[in-house]
């Protein structure tokens, strides 16, 4: 480690809230889950997030610039992680989206691949010297990350190809993109939603529908909102320890993709609000970060891992909501699961890597 580097310089707060939200979201899987088949997979988390600070700081240890200079490879492994995944991958309720490791462990390489993907936007546009983008590099940054996703959407992983989107909008958002090219993509886009509705799977179609009119098919399609949305409203002001929309089993996956509405039931509205709260200072807490980046990199790097996050904070809990179609997507640092942990806690260590480093010359 470069002598110009001290842990004095590692933001301690920014780790402080996060763990606040991990250790909330371990409480409540193990709520959610204590008399089911799933008990004790708060242990587990437990495990996960212990593993994820870890390494966060190894990654701290590393300059990001000497992964800037490398992530050409990387992007080709993390292509080749996709490939690996696509013909020896888990199939799971009709998907492909996890590789089984030594020990009978899991691994989603589509979550990595998201924090490849910030380093290679941000190595892009950091090499761009010129103030307006082009329309070459509008459509290589497009490449860039169209590429894996089209890849993650042949799993068929809806969810986390669209989670991907938001580090492409971010580069080219601050990467200097013009009015019209951005209303030129938008226009283009929503001419092409009809061929894009008739490439869904019939699942993903009935989520959509269900979303629209959640009431049509109460026992169906739209099941899980209705139980979340019941669950969230008997929560109350300061929250119901009953429980009975979680604990009954009522509520799908509540220590996974709905675990903001199991802790909506349980801590009523002052809850869910706290939780919130703390996620908006987390997200200042970043943003402040990526305003004292050394260098062009690093701010778009800290912004990639912003733009991530609030993608999938808003698009969870508007889920619950029900303001947004149930798309998979968990819930940073609270959802069980050991690979949005991991993802999450790297890609918070490259941050730190961008703070550590904002003095050096």
Not at 34 to 44: C, E, S
Request: aromatic share 12%; hydrophobic share 55%; glycine share 10%.
């Amino acid at each position: 480690m470069s002598r110009y580097i001290s842990f004095r310089d590692f933001d301690w707060v920014l780790l402080i809230f996060v763990l606040l939200i991990c250790g909330l979201g371990v409480m409540e899987i193990q709520s959610a889950t204590v008399h089911t088949k799933f008990a004790g997979a708060h242990i587990k988390q437990v495990y996960w997030v212990l593993g994820g600070v870890g390494g966060m700081f190894l990654v701290s240890f590393v300059n990001y610039q000497v992964l800037l200079d490398r992530v050409h490879w990387l992007y080709f492994a993390s292509i080749g992680s996709l490939m690996i995944v696509l013909i020896f991958g888990q199939k799971y309720l009709g998907a492909r989206r996890w590789v089984k490791m030594p020990g009978g462990a899991h691994f989603q390489p589509s979550e990595w691949v998201k924090l490849i993907l910030i380093l290679a936007v941000a190595k892009y546009f950091s090499d761009l010297h010129h103030k307006d983008l082009s329309w070459p590099d509008f459509m290589k940054a497009g490449a860039i990350v169209g590429i894996p996703m089209l890849m993650v959407l042949a799993q068929p992983d809806l969810g986390t190809a669209l989670t991907y989107l938001p580090i492409a909008i971010m580069g080219l958002f601050l990467g200097g993109v013009r009015f019209k090219q951005a209303f030129i993509v938008v226009l283009a886009v929503a001419l092409l939603m009809p061929l894009a509705w008739h490439a869904l799977k019939p699942y993903q179609r009935d989520r959509l529908t269900s979303f629209m009119d959640p009431e049509a098919d109460r026992q169906g399609s739209g099941y899980q909102v209705n139980q979340s949305l019941i669950a969230v409203g008997s929560g109350g002001i300061w929250g119901s320890s009953a429980g009975s929309q979680t604990h009954l089993a009522f509520l799908p996956v509540p220590q996974t993709d709905f675990i903001f509405a199991a802790f909506a039931e349980e801590h009523g509205f002052v809850g869910a609000l706290g939780v919130m709260l703390l996620y908006f200072i987390v997200l200042m807490r970043l943003t402040q970060n990526a305003q004292t980046a050394p260098d062009r990199a690093g701010t778009f790097i800290v912004m990639g891992v912003v733009a991530v996050l609030s993608f999938h904070i808003l698009v969870n809990i508007g889920m619950v909501v029900g303001f947004m179609p149930v798309t998979g997507i968990p819930l940073p640092l609270m959802s069980y699961g050991g690979s949005s942990v991991l993802f999450m806690f790297l890609a918070l260590g490259i941050v730190m890597n961008v703070r550590m480093r904002r003095f050096v010359n």
